[in-house]
């Protein structure tokens, strides 16, 4: 989705800073990418359809090198197309005041129609299909020359809808002004330069030191930091914190592919989600973001699992999970499902918003409904200090590292880890027995190993998605706990290779997609050897019948295989953790068949890595 980057500096060209800033931005989708550089004297635009690389290149010849020095101030784009095709004319920074003004804008303004109307009443002339257009007209109209940051809030408190904003105007020189409302912005403090960004990726190289902007928040942005206000214009300290991540951890290390690198991070990830979070004297979870004491924990009448995509899978797992292990009756809920179905939830329920990003905009949607209806609500995130996490207040952080790839990968196997340890701490306070909690941290402690035999499987993973590559459509099918694995491995296979994928309930096969099935729609079973293995094998008997193509994940060593054309082989373990390890060879293969169909792997055509839009 749409990405920003702004730089502050008094004597460094913003150029370089700017390219490689959307650069970092890059995996989160977009159409188009541009920026606009103020010197003293001037301000230049320079956009371009396509990739961030056409618009470095662009500007390589547009602006050769001893001139971009007097530009020591910008703001650049990457644009995920929402209102208006990926044109250039469409692409931001949009300008306003005759081309003194220039605005970067994520998120939707929801009543740009209405303002654009009274705008070119005024005389403003529009040349773009964009919401963000409007809103730069806005600012300018506001603009008397005196107090810039006033101008811009005075048009923010017109605006209905949801925005992540840097301006700048030569009325103003050496001024930017930044603005959040639903869309993520942080600030980071360099030596002699401020660097802007939708996403602490983009900043990481520059420095650790960053401040995170609330919603609400306008911030006047200078070479030596960042004043922070409200709309109101009342001072707010927002403190300085230090980021976790290395601008190393943010690249490729001798992958292909981000999303290779990270199935491959995933031992490593686990080991980190899990550590310090066994308590093997117990058997229970110490998971400190859920310091809640136990007779509290005890009145919890219903869980609430809320995502999209990939974590909504997770909450699934969750569900299981939570009602084995805890005996607690729990639903999975697709985010934007809930927030508008008035969701009957308060007291004594448990939301838990699952989302790697933590800016997923209808999982906190969600997350304002439970906590406005008065229900104990936790966040399970990957990005740290991210809005969802902040705005839950309790929660469990996954430590899986930065997920750069669209397709979500480690952060689903750290999702449903972290939710077993909640079961297992849940259930610890309720029928779960000490001796079955100390089996349990057990089989969670070994995760990271297991995950690490199924990768050393990967040539094997990668012959057999040669077989199937050229498939149009494939099945996933699994039962119970495994239901919600066959969704993903569909998931994963989809959005990076494009093949048309369906996960359905081993046993609703036959309830209508069975008329499908024939020698072209190969099946992929999820047959690990947990309770209901048997049934499942029926099910690919039923297939096979059809003569369609089985292939199955089987426990090492398992007999299931025969039943197959292809086995793709795991590790034993429980029915809890058997999804970790399933993912992992499902993954792997849908990595697989996308790049042997020469698929854009990292960046899936029409995905965005993080959809801060409704
Ligand atoms: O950041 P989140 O976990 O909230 O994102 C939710 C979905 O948008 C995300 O999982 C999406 O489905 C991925 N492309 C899946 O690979």
Redesign the pocket.
């Known amino acids: 989705m749409c990405g920003i980057v702004g730089f502050s500096s008094h004597s460094q060209s913003a150029c370089r800073p700017l390219v490689n800033g959307l650069l970092r931005l890059e995996y989160r989708g977009y159409d188009s990418a541009g920026v606009a550089l103020e010197s003293a004297d001037d301000l230049r635009v320079f956009k371009k359809t396509g990739k961030v690389a056409e618009l470095d290149r662009f500007l390589a010849e547009a602006l050769p090198e001893p001139e971009r020095g007097k530009y020591t101030l910008g703001i650049a784009h990457t644009r995920w197309a929402t209102h208006g095709l990926p044109t250039e004319t469409n692409a931001h920074p949009h300008l306003a005041d005759g081309g003194r003004l220039a605005l970067v804008h994520n998120g939707i303004i929801e009543n740009y129609a209405a303002l654009r109307a009274k705008l070119e009443k005024r005389g403003c002339v529009f040349v773009s299909q964009t919401d963000t257009e409007a809103l730069a007209h806005l600012i300018a109209t506001f603009d008397t020359g005196d107090d810039f940051m006033a101008a811009v809030s005075q048009a923010l408190k017109q605006v209905e809808g949801t925005y992540g904003i840097a301006v700048l105007s030569l009325r103003h020189p050496g001024e930017m002004i930044v603005a959040r409302r639903g869309s993520p912005l942080v600030i980071g403090v360099g030596e002699g330069s401020t660097v802007v960004a939708s996403d602490v990726s983009a900043i990481v190289s520059y420095t650790r030191q960053v401040i995170y902007l609330n919603d609400g928040d306008i911030a006047r942005v200078t070479p030596e930091g960042a004043d922070v206000f409200t709309l109101d214009n009342v001072p707010v300290a927002r403190d300085v914190q230090q980021v976790e991540w290395d601008a190393a951890s943010a690249e490729k290390g001798g992958y292909a592919h981000f999303m290779l690198k990270e199935i491959f991070e995933q031992p490593e990830a686990l080991r980190n989600t899990i550590r310090g979070r066994l308590d093997r004297t117990d058997g229970t979870a110490v998971l400190a973001g859920l310091n809640l004491p136990p007779r509290e924990l005890a009145t919890i009448r219903r869980a609430v699992v809320i995502?999209?995509?990939?974590?909504?899978h997770a909450g699934m797992v969750g569900k299981y999970l939570f009602e084995s292990l805890a005996d607690l009756p729990t639903s999975a809920e697709q985010a934007a499902e809930f927030r508008y179905c008035n969701p009957i939830i308060g007291p004594h329920d448990w939301a838990i918003a699952?989302?790697?990003?933590?800016?997923?905009a209808d999982?906190l949607a969600a997350v304002r409904e439970s906590v406005g209806k008065g229900a104990l609500v936790s966040a399970v995130c990957?990005v740290v200090g991210s809005t969802?996490a902040r705005e839950a207040g309790r929660g469990v952080y996954l430590h899986a590292g930065p997920e750069i790839s669209?397709?979500?990968?480690k952060?689903?196997t750290a999702q449903v880890t972290v939710l077993l340890m909640m079961a297992l701490k849940l259930g610890r306070t309720r029928r779960l027995s000490r001796e079955a909690g100390l089996r349990l941290c057990d089989e969670i402690a070994a995760l990271p190993d297991l995950v690490a035999e199924v990768l050393k499987e990967n040539d094997r993973i990668a012959a057999v998605a040669a077989k199937y590559a050229a498939a149009n459509d494939m099945f996933f099918l699994g039962r119970g706990i495994l239901y919600p694995t066959a969704l993903e491995g569909a998931?994963?296979m989809k959005?990076i290779s494009y093949v048309h994928a369906e996960g359905y309930q081993a046993a609703e096969l036959k309830h209508g997609p069975i008329a499908l099935l024939g020698r072209a729609t190969p099946v992929v079973a999820l047959l690990n050897d947990v309770p209901g293995k048997e049934k499942t094998v029926g099910n690919v008997q039923e297939c096979r019948a059809r003569e369609a193509p089985v292939v199955g994940i089987v426990t090492q060593g398992d007999a299931a295989a025969r039943h197959c054309d292809d086995a793709l082989f795991v590790p034993r373990t429980s029915a809890a953790c058997a999804p970790v390890v399933t993912a992992v060879a499902l993954q792997l293969f849908a990595y697989h068949v996308a790049r042997l169909r020469g698929c854009e792997i990292d960046q899936p055509r029409n995905?965005?890595?993080?959809?801060t839009v409704e």
Not at 307 to 312: A, K, P, Q, V
Not at 406 to 409: D, I, L, W
Not at 607 to 611: D, P, R, Y
């Open positions: 995502g999209c995509g990939t974590s909504l699952l989302s790697q990003s933590g800016e997923t999982t990957n969802i669209v397709a979500s990968t952060a689903f998931l994963k959005e995905l965005a890595k993080s959809v």
